[in-house]
């Protein structure tokens, strides 16, 4: 993550992959970085602020982009195309104590 200014934050996310063959042959090896860039409406946010948006806010917008482009480009190097999980939203701390 950086600030661009204090108007501005730009974040980059990397995916690493690895695929093997039924036989455990390596098929392919992969690396996938997609930034995103965000205009701010408030400067007042804090570095801790904008971190912790990166960790869960940003990751949950890029993920099915990720997801699309993996399955598209697996599919185009003709290997079975590679589906990615969908991303499970994170667990709130104290959730499980809640009373229903």
């Not at 090896?29 to 948006?53: N, Y």
């Amino acid at each position: 993550m950086a600030r661009l200014g204090n108007n501005a934050v730009v974040y980059h996310v990397t995916y690493e992959f690895e695929a093997t063959t039924a036989d455990l042959r390596q098929a392919f090896v992969a690396e996938l970085t997609m930034t995103v860039l965000f205009q701010l409406e408030s400067s007042d946010l804090t570095e801790e602020e904008l971190q912790d948006f990166g960790t869960v806010g940003v990751l949950d917008i890029v993920h099915p982009y990720v997801r699309e482009t993996v399955h598209t480009l697996t599919g185009r190097m003709g290997l079975p195309p590679l589906v990615l999980d969908v991303k499970q939203p994170p667990t709130l701390v104290g959730a499980s104590n809640a009373k229903k």
